[in-house]
Each structure stands twice: as C-alpha cells, then as structure tokens.
Nanobody
Framework: QLVESGGGLVQAGGSLRLSCAAS????????MGWFRQAPGKEREFVSA????????YYTESVKGRFTISRDNAKNSVYLQMNSLKPEDTAVYYC?????????????????WGQGTQVTVSS
C-alpha cells in the first residue's frame, strides 16, 4: 500500500514536499516513481529513484526545481518541489516497481497510491 501526503495550495514560486509511505512489502526491493495527472490530461512521469537511491531521473520540465529522495529505513519516498508554477497543478501519485526497463512509463509500475492534489496559484 502506498499513501501520499503533503499536497496543498501554494502560490507560484512556493514550495511543497510530498511524501509517500509504503507498507506491506519490502520497500527497498522497489524502484519508486512520481507521476502527475492534470484535469483532462494523461498521467505523466515526473521523477523516479532507484531502490537504494543511487540513480534519479526527472522529466525535463522539473529538472532543477524538484528533488526526489527516499529513506528505506522509513519506507518512504519524497518529492521536494521548489519554484512551483501553475502548470505543476495536478494530482501527484507515487508508484512502485521491481522492473527497471522504463521508469518513465505508467505501465512499468505495479503499485500506485491514491494521489495527492497540488494546486499552484498564479
């Protein structure tokens, strides 16, 4: 089970830190990803981190603004979001996979959280 938290309403230029708590399985066995879905749009990749945190990936639009991290001792993954823009507004989902073929693909992930809303006002 994956449970996201930390979403909310923030002004443009502000920051939020999303958290995703995992339970029920051995967290360190899973690569973790963050995706987002805006109204009327498809779910899109935001960031991913390998099982032990040695590799991280970001979609181009968030590079330099977002940072993904994880704490395997706490069974948690985080997404620090800085310099937020109105176009970052979406429901943010964390996801888990044991595969490592294409972390940017929705189909790569086996487990998903329920999502947390992030709204950035201009």
């Amino acid at each position: 089970q994956l449970v996201e938290s930390g979403g909310g309403l923030v002004q443009a230029g502000g920051s939020l830190r999303l958290s995703c708590a995992a339970s029920g399985r051995t967290f360190r066995n899973y690569h973790m990803g963050w995706f987002r879905q805006a109204p009327g749009k498809e779910r899109e990749f935001v960031s991913a981190i390998s099982r032990y945190g040695s590799n991280t990936y970001y979609t181009e639009s968030v590079k330099g603004r977002f940072t993904i991290s994880r704490d395997n001792a706490k069974n948690s993954v985080y997404l620090q979001m800085n310099s937020l823009k109105p176009e970052d507004t979406a429901v943010y989902y964390c996801a888990a996979t044991t595969r490592s073929t294409d972390w940017g693909s929705v189909g790569e992930y086996d487990y998903w959280g329920q999502g947390t809303q992030v709204t950035v006002s201009s």
